[in-house]
């Protein structure tokens, strides 16, 4: 996991920018809170049966779901770490 590299202070940083970005609820939705590059690489972890059930949560989800892949220039490589599988376009 990335945090396990951090040094103490950019662990810091990342606490503080947590506390005052999210609000003090129980329930947050990450995938909304969190920079959308972030976000984009989570779901680009999933399996495909997974990433459909996640385009299912909400219309944020779906949007960032149909985005997978699409962000940088590591398409293919995102897309096959998504599926598990190589395709040729």
């Known amino acids: ?3 396990h590299r951090c040094s103490r202070s950019q662990l810091e940083f990342v606490s503080d ?8 609820l129980r329930r947050v939705d990450l995938a909304a809170v969190l920079p959308r590059v972030v976000a984009l ?5 999933l399996d495909p049966r997974s990433l459909s059930r996640a385009a299912c949560v909400s219309w944020h989800w779906k949007f960032l779901t149909e985005q997978v892949g699409d962000d940088d220039d590591d398409d293919d490589d995102d897309m096959r770490r998504c599926t598990g599988t190589q395709f040729s376009q």
Do not use: A
Request: glycine share 0%; hydrophobic share 50%; aromatic share 24%.
């Open 1 to 3: 996991m990335v945090l």
């Open 17 to 24: 920018w947590f506390t005052r970005r999210v609000p003090p």
């Open 41 to 45: 690489r989570i779901f680009s972890y």
